[in-house]
């Protein structure tokens, strides 16, 4: 399985932009990235996926690099409700793989007021 | 999107004793995980669970100890066999569809304490 790294944990004020970045450097050709986030108690929730662009959607956009090796979720304005775990995951389209989201570390968001 | 309903939310069981966890998802769906999540850390595939098939176990995880059921496409089960306290931990269930361009949905987990 290909692997992603990110930073343990990241603080931001409220209302504030947070960049949350993630490396993949093994990543492969079928591989779309995907973002999910914990709140504290509650299972993972979806947040974004991308595979070569740039997306936007309610919650995020996330950004790509041109090789595909990092990519950066970003928060246009935090707010409390966004402090959780956010994981970037890489899940292969190809049916023989498995089709899985294996977790990485994370990184905890803090918000502060 | 999909709901996914678990049960029990939470329980506290004995040592040695074996506990089922129920997974219902609200729409046909193709692909259905197990993830336990000990405290504080991330998550851990346990299996993926196949209709009408063994399921397929990730590396740590038996059969025996986690044995896992998947009658229909919206019905999963897993069991937690013969308990210890290293076994306390949450239990999730997460489902969609195949494909990696489409989107995971989990329940909220199951919170189990082995005494």
């Known amino acids: 399985d290909a692997k992603t790294t990110q930073p343990n944990s990241m603080e931001s004020n409220e209302e504030e932009p947070v960049h949350l970045p993630c490396n993949h450097s093994?990543?492969?050709?079928?591989?779309?990235i995907h973002w999910y986030r914990q709140l504290p108690s509650q299972g993972p929730e979806y947040v974004i996926h991308?595979?070569?662009s740039n997306v936007n959607n309610r919650m995020a956009s996330l950004a790509i690099a041109e090789d595909r090796k990092s990519s950066t979720l970003i928060l246009h304005r935090a707010t409390l409700r966004d402090a959780a775990v956010y994981y970037c995951?890489?899940?292969?389209?190809?049916?023989?793989?498995?089709?899985?989201?294996?977790f990485g570390g994370g990184t905890r968001v803090l918000v502060k007021p | 999107s999909a709901v996914i309903s678990q049960k029990p939310s939470r329980d506290i069981c004995q040592r040695g004793t074996s506990l089922t966890i129920q997974c219902q998802v609200d729409?046909?769906?193709?692909?259905m995980f197990w993830y336990r999540q000990q405290p504080g850390q991330s998550l851990t595939l346990i299996a993926t669970?196949?209709?009408?098939?063994?399921?397929?176990?990730e590396s740590g995880f038996v059969i025996d100890k986690f044995p896992i059921s998947r009658p229909n496409l919206t019905f999963s089960t897993l069991t937690v066999s013969n308990m210890s306290p290293e076994d306390s931990s949450i239990y999730l269930c997460?489902?969609?569809?195949?494909?990696?361009?489409?989107?995971?949905?989990f329940g909220s987990g199951t919170q189990l304490s082995v005494l």
């Open positions: 669970a196949n209709q009408g098939s063994e399921a397929t176990y």
């Open positions: 995951i890489l899940r292969d389209w190809d049916k023989a793989a498995g089709n899985k989201l294996t």
């Open positions: 093994t990543i492969s050709g079928t591989d779309y």
């Open positions: 997460s489902a969609g569809r195949q494909g990696g361009n489409e989107k995971l949905f």
């Open positions: 729409s046909q769906v193709t692909m």
């Open positions: 991308g595979l070569t």
